[in-house]
């Protein structure tokens, strides 16, 4: 290597990553700093810098985790996944008892005695998907075996999404439809994978009886999710968020307003989050659109490439799976600021504003990056 | 193809599809921007949105003991948008029938359900979005509105659009009405409501509203982006018997003598907190009504109760002895061009300076003054003492529109004293100062020469906790010597003991005071004279707790003197608050002993007397009365009378039962008991007029 920049802090892996990772921290500064005008007034008594600063150190916090998951094996995420896999589901049932409420929805569990709370579902994904890559790669000579190979993959994943679901849908589904492709890529056996489609389902409509059977109670939010189907299936020109961020789109044009120069931010609801998008387009135009969506499809490529050369090995199969959760998402978060999908809540990872998500995010790049580093290498650095 | 392979071809079927995922996610931003973007960007122009204000909860304003003066009431107008963009319309065809039924049975009587489901899917179809339902909407009945089909689904699905308004009530009415005072559009902001008006109106809000026709805007559901801050409680000192005492004294007075206007102010002599405060003015529609806050805002010319200024002065400059005798040459002098004469006529030649004051001589204290505050040093001199008593500034009182006092500077070049200037100065002529400032003066003299700075506000409170208090504060620490003030009391003390308000003496209680009568159109030569007369004064008068000033202003019949149209209403309200308030009650005084850990037995005299005798112990004082009080002391013990009032409900709390139901009873009283012991409480204040109520006892 004979890059001094980045030998100064020993930064290995995919170079190309690491500069997406900074182009993407950069939208996320720019694109929060404008969309939290309102919101700085609302809460920080017009302390505009309150949440610019709160997302610089956010992203500074997750400089630093992908750093540190980065220099670790991979390896070690395999020895730790069977442990991780029991947790999650334990965290996320305790969470929907007795986790924080924001927003109608028990999602967030406080870390004691720092005041912080974090999403257990962000664990959840991370954990899963360790382990899912661990026993796919694991069982590639069994792996159209029901009882050795589908089950251990299958059970874990019905319990992880079943859990995150109630509160959650949208997660639930992404990180379904994630383990699903990580399946489909794992050789798995169509027949099961048709299968899991049809558990999906049950699944789904097991919830909606529960909330039948219990309509008072709000432990599954069938209302908010049928609410915002209607929406999106029966008002064509989309609700009122959408409309502010169809306007923003449209008044973006080719190279946008300008940084700072959005005026839906003030009326769209949540543009630092949810419609961050839109906010993009409005002050980058499509040029800043397209160069945000070639950055996660860069991205991806990257990892892709990166795995060729052993594509069946843990490490290949784990960056594909996280790789996936961070483009999914993006592609979701935009599909709603476009009016292609119902509104789901989901964040545009790296860019939205974002509290201990956001670190979560960067440690699936750290590790990532930390199979970057020793696929890179001859394979005598498998330790 | 081998598992390596397998795998990698998997992986690019999913590559391809998220970069076919990528084009159709970006092609449709472009269409957005491309093909529908004219029409988006034209309604983003239309300036469709806008940011409203919204007002905060006003705070209240509250006596001192929290009750409500003013309170801002909540009340709501409910609109229906038929056409919001979260309704389907099946949900509308659902619900409309057994919408339109409670429609019809809550608000418009004269429309049958039926009739009420035609009009509002009429109005649904001319694409309504703000239509009027029902307004002055309380809040009981918002809740049931809430609830009603179509409307439980709130703004966004349901249409249920709630206008929340709100109006400011006075729930004791006429009581220090102006005081209170007001804030409204296209109107001088006035009294507390004026003066806090920052504290009381809180933060405004913003709501984000949409406009759906030229002029009318409906709130975007849920978007409120800053809620309003409520705003703080006022807990002004007032109280609210002594207010009603006080209004209902001035009125009578104002009434008996056909005055244009007056003012009462009774203030605590030792903190300058002001326990009530009235302005009545004559209106020909309403009869007497707080009109306008004069005993803040309208400064005059105060006449002899400026005298009390000018003696401080010479006191304290150490000019004149009280005892000295002076010639006030039957109450007639001659200054350069101009003749001053007393205005109760007595015909005295040679008095004390003391007896001048008394009988209030124009003359008397005008020649004295005149004589020792002569020339421009001399007028320097009154002027420098008058500033230390702090009469030449406003008192700062938190009540919107005090005016200031004008007081002539002799240091200021333009200003002109003439001859007369001094002598006239010296009986409250060629100056003004408002009553409330004239009162703190008396305050001061009644509070040993301490002045306080008066104040009418407490505490701010918010969801009845107190935020913030304020503390009585000291304005001037001594206006003037020990025994300046000393000689100055008793100088008010002889004006009620042997001059003008002599008629006023009461045998039950001592007060002090002066009392004035100023012509107020001097000026004009020939018109019948017109009026104020005034008393100034404090009770008791060997410890004074309240402070009271009477300004009646044009009186028109039943005499005009300050010492038959002012005094009489001082004396009302110092005896009714003699009647109240328990500080100045001297048998409650003894009750309040009890929580200093003496021992102490009330009881008949007889009874008590038996007791001493038995116990074969010598009390330190004696009295005859009736009923006693038997207080215990370290080694000895005294008997001292209990007051027993006819026809006032007694004190009886420490009394033994037999005791206590003979003095009710023989009252009129009927009573009842609970528990076992002595009075332990009793039900009815001490000193309320008896009518035959039912008061009950709780002994322990």
Redesign the interface.
């Known amino acids: 290597m004979t890059n001094t920049a980045t030998s100064i802090f020993n930064v290995k892996g995919d170079k190309v990553i690491w500069a997406i990772f900074v182009i993407l921290a950069m939208f996320s500064l720019l694109a929060v700093y404008s969309a939290t005008g ?1 919101i700085a ?2 809460e920080r008594g017009g302390d505009t810098e309150y949440f610019l600063i709160k997302q610089a150190l956010l992203i500074g916090g997750g400089f630093v985790v992908a750093y540190l998951f980065h220099w670790m094996h991979y390896l070690k995420f395999s020895k730790a996944a069977p442990v991780l896999v029991v947790l999650a589901p334990l965290l996320l049932l305790f969470t929907l008892a007795y986790g924080v409420n924001i927003n109608d929805a028990r999602r967030w569990l406080e870390i004691p005695f720092t005041g912080m709370t974090f999403q257990t579902s962000d664990f959840a994904k991370i954990a899963l998907v360790v382990y899912i890559a661990r026993v796919i790669s694991s069982k ?1 000579d069994i792996i159209k075996d029901f009882n050795q190979a589908f089950l251990p993959i299958i059970v874990p994943i019905v319990i992880v999404c079943g859990c995150i679901a109630p509160a959650d849908l949208s997660t639930a589904i992404l990180l379904f439809t994630v383990c699903f ?1 990580m399946m ?4 798995v056996d169509w027949k099961f994978l048709a299968l899991l489609v049809m558990c999906g389902l049950v699944a789904f409509a097991f919830l909606i009886v529960i909330d039948m059977v219990f309509p008072n109670s709000n432990f599954v939010r069938v209302d908010t999710w049928t ?1 915002r189907i ?2 999106f299936m ?2 064509s020109e989309g ?2 968020q959408i ?1 502010q961020a ?8 080719l190279i946008g307003q300008g940084p700072g120069h959005s ?2 931010r ?2 769209l ?1 949540s543009p630092y989050s949810d419609f961050i998008y839109a906010i993009i ?1 409005e002050e980058y135009g ?1 040029v800043g ?2 160069a945000v ?2 950055l ?2 860069t991205f ?2 990257r990892v ?1 490439k990166m ?2 050369r ?3 090995a843990f490490g290949s199969m784990l960056a ?1 799976g996280l790789g ?1 959760i961070i ?1 999914i998402q993006a ?1 979701l978060n ?2 709603v600021a ?3 999908l119902p509104v789901t809540g989901l964040t545009l990872p790296l860019v939205s504003m974002g509290g201990t998500s956001l670190l979560f995010t960067c440690m699936s790049i750290g590790m990532i990056l930390s199979v970057s580093r020793y696929v890179d290498k001859p394979r005598t650095a498998n330790g | 193809m081998n598992i390596k392979n397998e795998l990698l071809s998997r992986l690019y079927v999913v590559t391809a599809t998220f970069i076919i995922v990528a084009i159709v996610i970006f092609g449709q931003a472009a269409r957005i921007q491309i093909e529908e973007g004219d029409r988006w960007r034209a309604k983003g122009d239309s300036v469709h949105l806008k940011y409203v204000a919204i007002e905060a909860d006003r705070g209240n304003i509250m006596s001192e003991d929290g009750l409500l003066l003013a309170s801002s009431m909540p009340f709501f107008e409910i609109r229906f948008d038929l056409n919001s963009s979260g309704m389907n319309n099946k949900a509308f065809d659902e619900h409309i029938d057994s919408l339109a039924y409670y429609l019809a049975y809550h608000t418009d009587r004269s429309l049958s359900p039926e009739d009420y489901k035609k009009f509002l899917v009429r109005k649904k179809a001319q694409g309504e979005r703000y239509l009027l339902i029902k307004k002055n909407v309380d809040y009981n009945e918002l809740q049931k509105f809430k609830k009603f089909p179509l409307f439980k689904y709130g703004q966004n699905r349901g249409g249920f659009i709630v206008i929340r308004k709100s109006k400011r009530e006075r729930p004791f009415g006429q009581l220090a009405r102006r005081t209170i005072g007001y804030v409204r559009e296209n109107a001088q902001p006035i009294g507390i409501e004026g003066y806090f008006d920052d504290v009381l109106s809180g933060t405004a809000g913003k709501q984000l509203m949409e406009r759906i026709n030229r002029s009318t805007y409906i709130p975007v559901d849920d978007l409120t982006l800053i809620a309003p801050e409520k705003g703080l409680d006022v807990v002004t000192t007032l109280d609210i018997d002594l207010q009603d005492v006080v209004h209902e004294a001035l009125k009578s007075g104002l009434q008996r003598h056909q005055a244009d206007h007056g003012s009462v102010i009774l203030m605590d002599v030792k903190t300058g907190a002001i326990k009530a405060i009235s302005n009545l003015g004559k209106s020909k529609q309403y009869g007497y009504i707080e009109t306008y806050n004069y005993a803040v805002g309208e400064s005059t010319e105060p006449g002899s109760t400026f005298k009390l200024a000018t003696v401080l002065s010479l006191l304290e400059d150490g000019y004149i002895n009280v005892e000295e005798e002076i010639n006030i040459q039957g109450g007639k002098m001659k200054f350069y061009d101009r003749t001053m004469k007393d205005s109760h006529p007595h015909g005295m030649d040679t008095v004390t300076i003391a007896k001048a004051f008394a009988i209030s001589s124009n003359v008397g204290i005008a020649s004295i003054a005149n004589q020792y505050y002569t020339r421009e040093k001399g007028a320097k001199r009154l002027y420098a003492n008058l500033k230390s008593m702090g009469l030449t500034e406003r008192t700062g009182i938190e009540i919107q529109g005090e005016a200031a006092p004008i007081i002539k500077d002799p240091n200021d070049p333009k200003v002109y004293y003439s001859g007369t200037t001094i002598p006239w100065m010296a009986h409250g002529y060629e100056l003004s100062l408002t009553p409330l400032q004239l009162l703190s003066l008396y305050a001061a003299v009644a509070n040993d020469g301490r002045k306080m700075k008066p104040y009418i506000v407490k505490s701010y409170a918010r969801d009845g906790k107190i935020t913030q208090n304020f503390y009585p504060k000291i304005d001037i620490k001594r206006i003037a010597s020990k025994s300046t003030i000393k000689t100055a009391k008793r100088l008010l003390e002889l004006v009620v003991e042997e001059g003008t308000a002599k008629s006023a003496r009461s045998g039950r209680f001592t007060f002090a005071g002066k009392t004035g009568t100023a012509v107020t159109n001097y000026s004009k030569k020939g018109a019948k004279s017109k009026y104020q007369a005034s008393f100034a004064g404090y009770f008791p008068a060997d410890d004074p707790q309240y402070a009271c000033i009477v300004t009646i202003s044009e009186p028109s019949q039943k005499g005009y003197y300050g010492s038959s149209v002012a005094l009489p209403i001082f004396r009302k309200i110092a005896d009714k608050c003699f009647s109240m308030k328990e500080d100045l009650m001297p048998d409650l005084q003894e009750y309040a002993s009890l929580n200093q850990n003496q021992h102490f037995v009330i009881g008949s005299n007889e009874d008590l007397r038996w007791l001493i005798q038995n116990l074969n112990i010598q009390p330190l004082t004696e009295t005859n009365a009736k009923f006693g009080v038997l207080i215990g002391q370290k080694d000895s013990v005294l008997l001292k009378e209990r007051i027993i009032t006819k026809n006032r409900i007694p004190n009886v709390v420490g009394m033994g039962l037999r005791d206590a139901v003979y003095l009710l009873e023989n009252e009129g009283l009927k009573v009842t008991v609970s528990g076992f012991g002595k009075v332990k409480k009793q039900s009815i204040l001490a000193g309320t007029h008896t009518k035959g109520q039912q008061i009950h006892l709780s002994l322990g």
């Open positions: 309102s007034w609302k590639q492709l489909f890529i794992g050789r609410q209607q929406d029966f008002n609700g009122y409309q169809k306007i923003a789109i449209a008044d973006g044009g005026i839906q003030n009326y609801p387009c499509l659109g397209l969506i070639g996660y499809v991806f490529l892709v795995v060729t052993s594509p069946k594909i996936m483009v592609f935009i599909a476009v009016h292609l």
